[in-house]
């Protein structure tokens, strides 16, 4: 099993037990309060990673015409029940099969970290093609240097993971194009001494 397997795999065994550890309190998801601030009502807003919608989805979709996308089919399957307001694909994120200029922002958690990280430069074209001009991207990502992780029980299955370190992704951002609002490292609340880098970036006008 590769590792894009082996995290689909992973979440879609995993789905109700991730599930459990979201919370819409939590200092991580607060951070939507900048896209909600910036962004005009009806904005078309790109969820990456969305697993099961709840709460990035759900509250994002209370402001916005939110598209959710995840590869793992139990996760999808429950952001539908969940979030029923919101569309949902069933998508790898690394192939998005949108146009050019589709959504005024995109917003990534968790689920970055995951993809190996001599995608992510690519990746990070891909969001920046896919906003219009002036949109904003709201992102996870990996605030320390990893190659590559493998976990043999996290939540009840394995999992992957692999990131820059926060210099290195500030970078390979800026060299897409965007412009850094902000960043921020964020502790990770289900894995004690963890942390993750938040970004908030804008493309440049057209």
């Known amino acids: 099993m590769n590792n894009k397997e082996t995290v689909k795999a992973g979440y879609n065994t ?3 037990n991730y599930l459990a550890t979201r919370h ?3 200092e991580d998801v607060r951070l939507l309060d900048e896209l909600v601030r910036r962004l005009p009502r009806g904005a078309r807003v790109l969820d990456a990673g969305c697993g099961a919608g709840v709460p990035v989805t ?3 979709s209370q402001f916005f015409q939110v598209v959710g ?6 996760q999808i399957q429950l952001a539908r029940k969940l979030v029923p307001q919101a569309q949902f ?11 050019d200029a589709t959504f005024d922002a995109i917003c990534s958690y968790y689920s970055i970290i995951h993809i190996p990280r001599k995608v992510h430069e690519a990746l990070f074209q891909r969001f920046y093609r896919l906003i ?7 992102l996870c990502l990996g605030a320390e240097d990893l190659e590559g992780d493998i976990v043999e029980n996290y939540l009840g299955a394995r999992m992957y993971w692999s990131h820059y370190d926060i ?3 500030l970078r390979l951002i800026r060299g897409c194009g965007f412009e850094l609002i902000w960043s921020q490292v964020v502790a990770d609340a289900t894995s004690p001494g963890a942390g993750h880098l938040f970004v908030l970036v804008q493309k440049k006008r057209a």
């Open 132 to 138: 219009k001009p002036l949109g904003l991207a709201l």
């Open 58 to 60: 759900r509250i994002l």
């Open 14 to 16: 995993i789905a109700i």
């Open 89 to 99: 694909v069933c998508q790898d994120i690394t192939a998005l099969g949108f146009p």
């Open 24 to 26: 819409a309190d939590s």
């Open 69 to 74: 996308v995840d590869f793992a089919e139990a």
């Open 167 to 169: 210099e290195t992704n």
